[in-house]
């Protein structure tokens, strides 16, 4: 319609060609409708159009909050219908039914609805805002919402309000955001589940479509819980609503996108990282949440042994060298390195880092965002990082050999290293350097330390109490005889404080191997990585399991947990 309005307004003399072409082209940049567009750059009013398209069209122009509307009027156009026409029913006499129209040249729009309820459809004017309002006010409280609603309530959820943080150099879609953010029960919706997975403390929120339910689970302390499962029929609006906070296309709904979202909560500033993924049923969205005031940059407060950090600071102090942190995704392995480097950042030294992506931006650290489709991808940002002076840099994974290579040589070269590989503990990590394709001498020369870790749930403070292991058992996980005999196991009953789980918060267990000279002389004979861990073992290593039996030792995890996450040790 944009087209045909701006060329009726024009002929009528309403606007003149120039601002037309102003008008078509912020509808370009922002979205929504050409007459909404107008009105907002004050061109022409409200009142103006809708009589214009009420002469034009032959159709009486209404003042919608002047109707009584009948609730069962209502239920003759879904809710969805009157969003994607703009319309909304106003009465119904005998066989004909009134809709309020904001352009009543759309005969596609009447066609449906005559088809969908067998009645003659009479047209009427109404302006933009007015139907919006109306739609709002009469659909805000349908049936598939208000059940979402009650839930949130029958579980507690209060949600907060939330404040969007916009980054200055970025457009935002404005006219987008302001119709997503004046439907007021998804935002509501969307706002509880944002603030109560915040609240208790999750990582992650997935939101989930199936062909007959919807659901939204939270990870928390690493694992899943499902949370609620709104109706099925909030799935497209509840997806809308986070893409256009996260600033994504909200008519792609074909491929893959990634976001952002920076929210305020209760003045506490808060990421949220955004994917979307198309599935068979809708969109399935993960956010992945940053908060800055969860992180933990002190050392000492992870869960390191005392051993195994003074190996680990020694390293990271080191003027020159490579230190490598590996584990699975969701260890942990971004938090250590954050928190080294915090340890380190003076004002006498450059650090450098190359993340994908960078999670949290730490002040006197100049951080280096990948982005593998423009050509910067890590190798390329390293060769970068040598012509920039630095002491320190990091490298947020190490994946295929011509970054290793790179952070090889640089490591050689008078720079400190520090990077993470996927592998499950600290001397499978040589052999995945060789297998990358390095040199045995070049990895024996550059690398000082390497660290494997796993993240544990603690046991819940609140409601710990003792378990009784048998002895056998304990003697099967690792303890002598005589340890066994002396060991108080616990684990958490479940209470209102861990949600019912029996755990509350996360520790690290680390295998700190330093590569001292009998584990060099080990990588340049080609020893395999067993054998480089018995030596390393018998040098003074705490395998993660060894790890875990301290934690259980102190009472600070469970048998169970020590088990899941050293599967396999």
Known sequence: ?????????????????????????????????????????????????????????????????????????????????????????????????????????????????????????????????????????????????????????????????????????????????????????????????????????????????????FRVRYRIDGMLYDIMQPPPKLKAALSSRLKIMAELDIAERRLPQDGRIKLKIRGKPVDLRVSTLPTLFGEKIVMRILDRSNLNLDLTQLGFEEKALENFNEAITSPYGMVLVTGPTGSGKTTTLYSALSTINNIDVNIMTVEDPVEYNLHGINQVHVKEEIGLTFAAALRSFLRQDPDIIMVGEIRDFETAEIAVKAALTGHLVLSTLHTNDAPSTISRLLNMGVEPFLVSASVLLILAQRLCRKVCEKCKEEEDIPVPALVKIGFSPEEAKTIRCFKGKGCSTCNDTGYKGRIALYEVMPVKEEIKELILEGASAAEIKNSAVRLGMRTLRMSGLVKLKEGVTSVEEVLRVTFGD
């Not at 047209?123 to 919402?145: C, F, M, R, T, W």
């Not at 029958?154 to 955001?177: P, T």
């Open 1 to 213: 319609m944009a087209a045909k309005l701006g060329q009726l307004l024009l002929s009528k003399n309403m606007i003149s060609e120039d601002q037309l072409k102003k008008g078509l082209e912020e509808q370009a940049r922002s979205g929504g409708r050409l007459g909404s567009t107008l009105i907002s750059l004050g061109i022409i009013n409200e009142d103006q159009l809708v009589t214009f398209l009420s002469q034009q069209y032959d159709a009486p122009a209404i003042k919608l909050s002047d109707y009584s509307i009948d609730p069962a009027i209502i239920k003759f156009i879904p809710h969805d219908v009157a969003l994607k026409y703009h319309i909304f029913p106003v009465a119904k006499v005998g066989a004909t039914i009134t809709i309020a129209m904001s352009d009543p040249s759309n005969v596609f729009a009447i066609d449906d609805i005559k088809f969908m309820t067998g009645y003659n459809v009479e047209p009427v004017v109404a302006s933009e805002s007015a139907i919006k309002n109306a739609i709002n006010q009469h659909y805000g409280e349908s049936d598939a919402l208000q059940t979402a609603m009650d839930s949130i309530k029958n579980m507690g959820i209060d949600g907060a309000s939330l404040d969007l943080i916009h980054e200055a150099d970025e457009d935002v879609d404005i006219s987008v955001l302001k119709e997503g953010a004046e439907n007021a029960p998804v935002v509501k919706l969307v706002n509880a589940i944002l603030s109560e997975a915040i609240d208790r403390g999750s990582s992650d929120i997935h939101i989930e479509p199936y062909e007959k339910n």
